[in-house]
């Protein structure tokens, strides 16, 4: 058969494109599609060598593993190579039951029934790690999977891998596993970020990455990671126990972060049934997975079947919906928050994305929208992961048509005025949101904060939805959160879409919510800067709603993690008599929660300081100085104002040490932070 020559340069292209994004996302950390789009090529490409073989180069992206070292890390060579899996990427159960007819006749044992273990495909960056004597020697990315980077040093940074294994004297054990970062750190770390307005990381995979391919240890040890083993290498001086199963134990039992969902089934029923599982929880896993991994559970077995070329027989990948798709914008909509916050919001041609079809995808702020340079018209992709709200991490650039709209004006926009009760807006200094001035007298506001006050986490009231919460707070019926428990079945029932029997279910719930938690109460009054866990710390504090109302802004700040803008917000929420108010009401309705005595707090030595460390100290790293100076209370904090007590400065200081000496704030070297935090003990 000949190649066309169309065929022949699609490949050429196909190459290209592969090409070049493996250099966008393994060396530089800044892939421009989504890999959805990227599998897409890649299959184009291996399925067009198949059929026409010569067209196979030596060069070609199919027949190696992910990128080139970067320069700047000594490569390290795996004895054992580090290889990649087959995937399946239908998303019916025919991959898991094809993958088992293939293991049954590879084996020649047709009517077996086999063992396999199931386990979760972490969606974050590989890495093996190099344990002589139990002691971490080394660590190592897959790079092209003959030979990777040295990250030893980036790697000491993440708290759940162990420096030295429980009992575990082999000469050498090679443990392989991914390192990823949870969603919620990812979260957390992007909030952060925009408020302060700098670059976010697009998904937690390539914060993964792109933290442990940072040249900076110190900067990599700000990105909080985690590690799951799967895997192992080179082994010297330990029998390996019989099956998958058994060595991840082994692995638990020395220190070893093992994912514990994972689980050995039996035959092609177990594969599908352990797929459909998980789908069902993927939402609601803490970190990013792109699907499942069966293995042949058995040692034996697996070095029977072997490999073929850069996969195993043994394992195989099958994914689910892809959480990052690309789509088109059509509009940018602004929509009113809780608290009067003005968020862009895409209007998106709409997509199918980790599972559900989205039409809005947040932009978050007005500077964020600027920095990707987002506008009507662009192609951009998209991603939904767990129960967030799906947002736009960028736009592909390449797609963008000549008439695409302007760069995003938020006040040009609005014309100045909130977009539902025309109140002003304004952005205060240091503030990355745009808000409405409206307050309550904001219809949106009024909305918002109704149906956070009956969220699940909050006061749970099962059918309080937003069509209802606009019919009910646009006829004036509910004004407050009270209101809510003065609704009758009657007046409900003659609303629209509301028959008598969804009205008597939602007084029943509304009624069974009365019995709540002074946690879920606090959250539930949606104080500005206080969220879900802020306030179960409140609860656990100071036990009864009266302690935490009377603690003033220095005694808030006594607790961990509450810091000056937090604590102010509290103070400021009910300092509003209006606040007040609405919780006498509320309580005069019947809502109760148990209340307790509350924790004496622990002054440390170093409660209240705050220090700010800069420049590079002679013996301590930075993590290490922090995490002394917090054991004793102090806080540290990343800039220097008129509230940081001391400035902790080492060689090369920079900008920080300039700033303290403008404020007089005080300065102090390592030995005297030493001397310092010795006679406090
Ligand atoms: S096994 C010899 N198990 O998926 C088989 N890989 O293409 C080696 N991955 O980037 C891989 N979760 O880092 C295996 N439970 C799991 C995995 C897993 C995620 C990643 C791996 C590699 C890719 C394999």
Redesign the pocket.
């Known amino acids: 058969m000949t190649v066309s020559g169309q065929t022949v340069q699609r490949a050429r292209e196909l190459r290209d494109a592969i090409l070049h994004h493996n250099r966008q996302y393994y060396i530089l950390d800044q892939p421009l599609i989504p890999d959805a789009e990227y599998d897409r090529l890649f299959r184009e490409l291996q399925q067009l060598e198949e059929e026409y073989p010569e067209l196979v180069t030596p060069d070609s992206p199919t027949h190696r593993v992910g990128g080139k070292a970067l320069d700047a890390f000594v490569p390290v060579r795996h004895v054992v190579p580090m ?3 087959r995937t399946e990427t239908d998303i019916s159960d025919e991959g898991a039951v094809a993958f088992d007819v293939r293991i049954r006749k590879e084996l020649s044992e047709p009517d077996a029934v086999i063992a396999y273990n199931c ?4 969606d974050g960056l ?1 890495i093996s790690l190099r344990y002589e004597r139990g002691v971490l020697v080394q660590a190592a990315t ?1 790079g092209d999977g003959e030979v990777g980077e040295d990250v030893t040093q980036n790697v000491r940074t993440i708290r759940s891998i162990p420096l030295r294994l429980t009992d575990c004297d082999a000469e050498v054990l090679e443990v392989r596993g ?1 390192i990823y970062m949870s969603r919620k750190n990812f979260e957390h770390y992007n909030e952060k970020q925009r408020d302060a307005g700098l670059p976010t990381l697009v998904n937690p995979r390539n914060g993964a990455a792109g933290s442990i391919r940072q040249l900076d240890p110190a900067l990599a040890a700000k990105r909080p990671l985690s590690f799951f083993a ?2 192992w290498g080179e082994v010297r001086g330990w029998n390996l126990p019989r099956t998958q199963s058994e060595v991840l134990d082994a692995l638990q039992k020395m220190g070893v972060p093992v994912c514990d969902e994972r689980s050995v089934t039996q035959g092609a029923q177990g594969l599908v049934a352990f797929h459909q599982r998980i789908a069902e929880k993927r939402d609601s896993l803490p970190f990013d997975i792109d699907g499942v ?1 069966y293995k042949v559970n058995d040692l034996a077995l697996q070095s029977q079947l072997g490999f073929v070329t850069r996969e ?1 027989r043994w ?1 195989v ?1 099958h994914k689910y919906p892809a959480e990052e798709q690309i789509t088109v914008v059509r509009d940018i909509d602004v929509q009113v928050g809780r608290t009067g916050k003005l968020t862009p919001v895409a209007k998106l041609e709409p997509v199918f994305v980790g599972g559900t079809t989205v039409s809005n995808a947040t932009l978050h702020n007005e500077d964020e929208t600027r920095r990707k340079d987002v506008r009507i018209g662009d192609t951009v992709i998209v991603r939904r992961a767990g129960d967030v709200i799906p947002e736009v991490v960028g736009v592909v650039l390449e797609k963008r048509p000549l008439d695409a709209g302007e760069p995003f004006d938020l006040f040009k926009r609005l014309q100045g005025q909130c977009p539902v009760c025309g109140s002003h807006i304004v952005r205060e200094e240091g503030e990355a949101a745009w808000r409405c001035t409206g307050g309550l007298f904001c219809a949106a506001q009024r909305k918002q904060a109704l149906l956070h006050f009956a969220s699940r986490r909050a006061m749970d009231i099962e059918g309080l939805g937003d069509k209802l919460v606009d019919q009910l707070v646009d006829a004036d019926i509910v004004k407050t959160p009270a209101d809510v428990y003065r609704l009758e079945v009657e007046k409900l029932a003659a609303l629209d879409r509301m028959g008598e029997k969804s009205a008597q279910n939602l007084v029943d719930a509304i009624r069974h919510s009365k019995q709540t938690t002074l946690a879920r109460f606090v959250y539930a009054l949606g104080i500005r800067n206080v969220g879900e866990a802020t306030a179960k710390d409140f609860a656990r504090f100071f036990g009864s709603l009266n302690a935490l109302i009377s603690a003033d802004e220095e005694r808030l700040q006594q607790m961990p993690d509450v810091g000056p803008i937090v604590a102010q917000s509290v103070c400021a929420f009910f300092g509003e008599p209006h606040n007040n108010d609405v919780i006498q009401q509320l309580r005069s309705v019947g809502v109760s929660w148990e209340e307790h005595e509350g924790m004496t707090m622990e002054v440390l030595p170093l409660t209240g300081k705050t220090f700010v460390l800069t420049g590079t100290l002679p013996t301590l790293s930075r993590e290490e100085a922090k995490a002394l100076l917090e054991a004793q209370g102090a806080k540290v904090a990343g800039s220097v104002s008129k509230k940081t007590d001391y400035v902790v400065a080492g060689a090369e200081a920079g900008s920080k040490l300039d700033k303290a000496q403008e404020l007089g704030v005080t300065v102090i070297d390592e030995a005297a932070l030493m001397q310092l935090l010795e006679s406090k003990t």
């Open positions: 290889l990649s899996i386990e979760l495909k972490f590989a897959r991914e799967y895997g991994v195993p394992a990948a």
